[in-house]
C-alpha cells in the first residue's frame, strides 16, 4: 500500500509550489500616479532658462538640392516655439517646466 501525504489547505499548497511563500500585498500611502513624459518629444525640445521651448528648424533633413540658399541660411540652429504651440509640447513634458 502507497502511504499519502496528509492533505493540505490551500494556502500551504500555495507556498510549496512556488518555493519562497505566499505573495504579500503591501498597502502603502495612496499617492498620486507618476506622469509620464513623452520619450519622442524629450528628444526633439529643450527648455530654455526662462522656460521657453527651442526646437530646431523643419525641413532641413534632406532634399536640399530643391531648397533655395535663403531657406536653409534661414533654417540654420534652433528657433524659440510660438506660445501657442508651447502649451502643446509643456503638456507631453510635465517635468520640465
Do not use: W
Not at 499548497?13 to 495612496?30: D, L, N
Not at 522656460?51 to 531648397?67: D, L
Amino acid at each position: 500500500m502507497i502511504a499519502r501525504a496528509p492533505e493540505r489547505d490551500a494556502s500551504e499548497r500555495q507556498k510549496s509550489a512556488s518555493g519562497r511563500g505566499i505573495a504579500r500585498i503591501h498597502f502603502e500611502e495612496s499617492k498620486m500616479p507618476k506622469q509620464k513624459t513623452k520619450s519622442g518629444a524629450k528628444k526633439r525640445f529643450k527648455f530654455t532658462a526662462s522656460g521657453k521651448i527651442k526646437v530646431a528648424a523643419a525641413g532641413k533633413r534632406h532634399g536640399m538640392i530643391k531648397r533655395t540658399t535663403k531657406f536653409i541660411r534661414n533654417a540654420r540652429g534652433t528657433m524659440v516655439l510660438k506660445d501657442c504651440d508651447e502649451g502643446i509640447v509643456k503638456k507631453y513634458m510635465p517635468y520640465n517646466r
